[in-house]
């Protein structure tokens, strides 16, 4: 018997109570592919990517800015945006897919997984929360520390930092194409792996290029301080870096934008997914991202 068969099988109202908590649970995380794809709630999208975008620069240059203050190390600075990211992603990912970074929406829709029509409203929104972080920090510290700006480190010269933001943005784009949901990243696989990844780089990486691997998370400095220095590394590398990856990932898993793929970082693949492909590819089609079985929380009450 197929898992399809067997999940047609079983009668929701016969596991009780837990089964409809961990129906919502699971909405929460993975949300509706409807609302991620809905013209009339990009507003919706893009206040979500502004405030993530502010968050993570807030915790990436206010620890960079720390860090140079001698106030925390340079552990605690890296970590700092690693979790972070893992907190956006967990609260926000379902709303407008916590991109927060212009290079990870240009991998997305060089995949096929994200209209190209949506990439400059989401890049100027993170540009802006971005900015809007750097802000904030230059109100509460001042204009120091080249306000966390990420940098060639002490002994590093340009092309070194731009060879190292190349590689590591191409690892960090090739996690999140590979844990995501079609163009979101949303549950807890893909902020572990996202968060964690990050993290992990700037351990070892940080003392070479400042570990950016982000375009808006170097813009907001730069802008706001007014030093603008080697910021083409972290445009170019970055960019670099995207498209590397997305080479890997036709490589590894094929061409995107199939509702398979879309399927898979939401959990809605298991036994038998390839026999199930029509079945899935329609549902999945008709918003559904979540596993599957998995009806609209509000539908449900209503039913009730």
């Given at each position: 018997?197929?898992?399809?068969a067997?999940?047609?099988?079983?009668?929701?109202?016969?596991?009780?109570?837990?089964?409809?908590?961990?129906?919502?649970?699971?909405?929460?995380?993975?949300?509706d592919?409807?609302?991620f794809?809905?013209?009339?709630?990009?507003?919706?999208r893009?206040?979500?990517?502004?405030?993530?975008?502010?968050?993570?620069?807030?915790a990436a240059?206010?620890?960079?800015l720390?860090?140079?203050?001698?106030?925390?190390s340079?552990?605690?600075?890296?970590?700092?945006?690693?979790?972070?990211?893992?907190?956006v992603?967990?609260?926000?990912?379902?709303?407008?897919?916590?991109?927060l970074?212009?290079?990870?929406?240009?991998?997305?829709?060089?995949?096929?997984?994200?209209?190209?029509?949506?990439?400059?409203?989401?890049?100027?929104?993170?540009?802006?929360?971005?900015?809007?972080?750097?802000?904030?920090?230059?109100?509460?510290f001042?204009?120091?520390?080249?306000?966390g700006?990420?940098?060639?480190?002490?002994?590093?010269?340009?092309?070194?930092?731009?060879?190292?933001?190349i590689?590591?943005t191409?690892?960090?784009?090739?996690?999140?194409?590979?844990?995501?949901?079609?163009a979101?990243?949303?549950?807890?696989?893909?902020?572990?792996?996202?968060?964690?990844?990050?993290?992990?780089?700037?351990?070892?990486?940080?003392?070479?290029?400042?570990v950016?691997?982000?375009?808006?998370?170097?813009?907001?400095?730069?802008?706001?301080?007014?030093?603008?220095?080697?910021?083409?590394?972290?445009?170019?590398?970055?960019?670099?870096?995207?498209?590397?990856?997305?080479?890997?990932?036709?490589?590894?898993?094929?061409?995107?934008?199939?509702?398979?793929?879309?399927?898979?970082?939401?959990?809605?693949?298991?036994?038998g997914?390839?026999a199930?492909?029509?079945?899935?590819?329609?549902g999945?089609?008709?918003?559904?991202?979540?596993?599957?079985?998995?009806?609209?929380?509000?539908?449900?009450r209503?039913?009730?």
């Amino acid at each position: 018997m197929s898992g399809a068969a067997a999940a047609q099988k079983i009668d929701p109202a016969s596991l009780g109570t837990a089964f409809l908590r961990t129906h919502q649970v699971l909405w929460l995380e993975f949300g509706d592919r409807k609302d991620f794809d809905d013209p009339r709630r990009e507003w919706r999208r893009l206040f979500s990517e502004l405030l993530g975008t502010f968050a993570l620069v807030l915790a990436a240059a206010g620890g960079g800015l720390l860090h140079a203050k001698g106030q925390i190390s340079l552990a605690a600075a890296v970590v700092a945006p690693g979790l972070m990211v893992t907190a956006v992603i967990l609260f926000m990912g379902a709303v407008s897919g916590a991109h927060l970074n212009p290079a990870v929406s240009l991998a997305f829709a060089l995949r096929g997984d994200f209209p190209w029509r949506r990439v400059p409203g989401y890049i100027v929104i993170q540009l802006t929360g971005a900015t809007l972080a750097c802000v904030f920090l230059r109100l509460v510290f001042g204009n120091a520390g080249h306000l966390g700006a990420a940098l060639p480190g002490p002994g590093y010269k340009p092309w070194q930092a731009l060879l190292m933001e190349i590689v590591l943005t191409a690892l960090l784009v090739s996690v999140i194409l590979g844990t995501a949901s079609a163009a979101q990243n949303v549950g807890a696989i893909a902020a572990l792996a996202v968060g964690g990844y990050i993290a992990l780089a700037g351990l070892w990486a940080a003392p070479v290029s400042g570990v950016s691997m982000n375009p808006a998370r170097s813009f907001g400095p730069a802008l706001v301080s007014g030093d603008w220095t080697s910021y083409w590394v972290y445009v170019a590398g970055p960019a670099t870096g995207a498209l590397i990856a997305v080479g890997f990932a036709f490589v590894l898993r094929g061409r995107g934008g199939d509702v398979i793929s879309r399927a898979a970082g939401s959990g809605v693949l298991g036994d038998g997914a390839l026999a199930a492909k029509p079945e899935r590819s329609g549902g999945t089609g008709q918003g559904r991202a979540g596993p599957e079985g998995i009806d609209d929380p509000g539908t449900q009450r209503g039913g009730q």
